[in-house]
């Protein structure tokens, strides 16, 4: 949290105990503030629509309940004879149809294999070249704003200088009024007391 917004001229946090009060007044201040940190708790819930989302809300149950979530099922991807009904054609016929499937997705995997150790290198290669230039972009717009950070802080600090030096002006000037606002005030009460003290005389002479 940042407790002054003068950094360069600001000299008053450095007190002993200073910044750590102006801390707790910041602190007092924010708990006053409207709305509170939760300013969405006055609005409704809004409306999910899970209308016919059967799957979604049968998951949003178990993690409500805090249930764990059930393990894949594997078993269509195992080659084996059926379990039972060995002597039903069906069954050796959906046997046969899992294990074909199987067969194809083995020879997808290894195509893909294939693929991979044809244009592999190259397809990384490029793909290393695209992160290089992505780097350098990103390096580039990062400079771009340190520079301008830099620049915004160099342009406050002269602006704070610069204030500061007309404040301390002001000022000076404030106090040369008050000191002359004193000597006159004291010079009155001089004259004052003079004319007082020769009244009586006056008054005589009359």
């Known amino acids: 949290m940042a407790s002054s917004a003068l950094a360069y001229i600001d000299t008053q946090l450095d007190g002993e105990g200073v910044r750590e009060s102006v801390r707790r007044l910041i602190?007092?201040?924010?708990?006053?503030?409207r709305p509170a940190r939760d300013y969405v708790a006055h609005l409704p819930l809004p409306e999910l629509g899970l209308e016919g989302t059967h799957l979604l809300q049968?998951?949003?149950?178990?993690?409500?309940?805090?249930?764990?979530?059930?393990?894949?099922?594997?078993?269509?991807?195992?080659?084996?004879?059926?379990?039972?009904?060995?002597e039903n054609p069906s069954a050796w016929q959906q046997a046969i149809e899992n294990a074909k499937s199987q067969i194809e997705h083995q020879v997808n995997r290894a195509d893909n294999l294939a693929l991979?150790?044809?244009?592999?290198?190259?397809?990384?290669?490029?793909?290393?070249?695209e992160l290089k230039h992505s780097l350098l972009m990103i390096n580039t717009q990062l400079d771009?704003?340190?520079?301008d950070t830099d620049l915004i802080n160099r342009k406050r600090k002269y602006e704070q200088l610069e204030a500061a030096r007309k404040l301390r002006a002001l000022e000076n000037d404030?106090?040369?009024?008050?000191?002359?606002?004193?000597?006159?005030?004291?010079?009155?009460?001089?004259?004052?007391?003079?004319?007082?003290?020769?009244?009586?005389?006056?008054?005589?002479?009359?």
């Open 27 to 33: 602190e007092q201040e924010m708990r006053s503030f």
């Open 58 to 86: 049968s998951e949003l149950m178990r993690m409500s309940d805090g249930q764990p979530m059930a393990p894949l099922d594997m078993t269509h991807l195992a080659i084996d004879p059926p379990a039972q009904g060995r």
């Open 116 to 129: 991979l150790q044809q244009h592999g290198p190259d397809a990384w290669r490029t793909h290393m070249d």
């Open 144 to 147: 771009a704003v340190k520079s």
């Open 174 to 206: 404030w106090l040369e009024a008050v000191h002359k606002n004193h000597a006159i005030e004291a010079a009155i009460e001089r004259v004052r007391a003079e004319h007082e003290a020769l009244q009586p005389a006056l008054d005589q002479a009359e």
